[in-house]
């Protein structure tokens, strides 16, 4: 995804601690409901980030929380736990990381190594993944391979897509969540409302299809 990075992990045991402090105040005190949503997140020219933006498009000013130490005007992806203010400023309290999923264009480089799907799904430009892979706090590897294109029976077109999942080394010990994410004029330009876009994904009970709407 370009500019697109992975979020350090020591962001997110920060955030967790900052969370839990919260949590922990006075039981007669309310506190305003926690959103949570999969956002981009862009930093200034120091690395900082500054400015949060959900899928739908909502714009937040995240300045000043010292979310420092980032790439220089990039764009990062990551699941966020955050409270609105209700003037366009937003608290961050958790953030977890998203894997940018590119395109392999290589057939024989195609690995189907299975895992758990809790969800995919389409919001804004970007279709979304909640998967749950085995593993051993090891590396492994996502992408997408473009599999074919079809006429659908709504008179538009369906891309067939399949999941590329690298197991590597990585021995399958035990579940963790992932997150995953790629812009949907990746896979598909120019889509209508009778077009979508249908996910082959190896799982551990076999193959199987995932259908979204691809506009």
Same mark, same amino acid.
């Given at each position: 995804?370009?500019?697109?990075?992975?979020?350090?992990?020591?962001?997110?045991?920060?955030?967790?601690?900052?969370?839990?402090?919260?949590?922990?105040?006075?039981?007669?005190?309310?506190?305003?409901?926690?959103?949570?949503?999969?956002?981009?997140?862009?930093?200034?020219?120091?690395?900082?980030?500054?400015?949060?933006?959900?899928?739908? &498009?909502?714009? *937040?000013? !995240? =300045?000043?929380?010292?979310?420092? %130490?980032?790439?220089?005007? #990039?764009?990062?992806?990551?699941?966020?736990?955050?409270?609105?203010?209700?003037?366009?400023?937003?608290?961050?309290?958790?953030?977890?990381?998203?894997?940018?999923?590119?395109?392999?264009?290589?057939?024989?480089?195609?690995?189907?190594?299975?895992?758990?799907?809790?969800?995919?799904?389409?919001?804004?430009?970007?279709?979304?993944?909640?998967?749950?892979?085995?593993?051993?706090?090891?590396?492994?590897?996502?992408?997408?391979?473009?599999?074919?294109?079809?006429?659908?029976?709504?008179? &538009?077109?369906? *891309?067939? !897509? =399949?999941?590329?999942?690298?197991? %590597?080394?990585?021995?399958? #010990?035990?579940?963790?969540?992932?997150?995953?994410?790629?812009?949907?004029?990746?896979?598909?330009?120019?889509?209508?409302?009778?077009?979508?876009?249908?996910?082959?994904?190896?799982?551990?009970?076999?193959?199987?299809?995932?259908?979204?709407?691809?506009?």
């Amino acid at each position: 995804m370009g500019a697109e990075r992975s979020l350090p992990r020591t962001i997110v045991a920060l955030l967790a601690v900052a969370f839990l402090l919260v949590a922990c105040g006075k039981e007669n005190e309310s506190y305003p409901s926690l959103v949570t949503e999969m956002v981009c997140l862009y930093t200034d020219r120091d690395g900082t980030m500054t400015q949060m933006v959900t899928d739908d &498009g909502t714009q *937040y000013d !995240i =300045s000043g929380q010292q979310l420092t %130490g980032y790439h220089a005007s #990039a764009l990062y992806r990551g699941v966020c736990g955050f409270v609105p203010d209700g003037s366009g400023k937003a608290e961050i309290f958790t953030l977890m990381p998203v894997t940018a999923l590119h395109e392999v264009k290589d057939a024989s480089e195609i690995k189907r190594d299975p895992t758990d799907v809790i969800s995919i799904w389409r919001r804004g430009p970007f279709l979304n993944f909640h998967l749950s892979p085995m593993t051993r706090g090891g590396e492994q590897s996502w992408a997408f391979f473009k599999d074919s294109v079809r006429a659908n029976s709504l008179g &538009g077109s369906t *891309y067939y !897509i =399949s999941l590329i999942h690298d197991q %590597g080394d990585d021995v399958a #010990a035990y579940h963790e969540n992932l997150y995953a994410s790629t812009f949907v004029d990746s896979i598909a330009q120019n889509r209508t409302a009778a077009d979508s876009i249908s996910v082959a994904v190896v799982t551990f009970d076999g193959l199987r299809h995932y259908r979204v709407s691809g506009e």
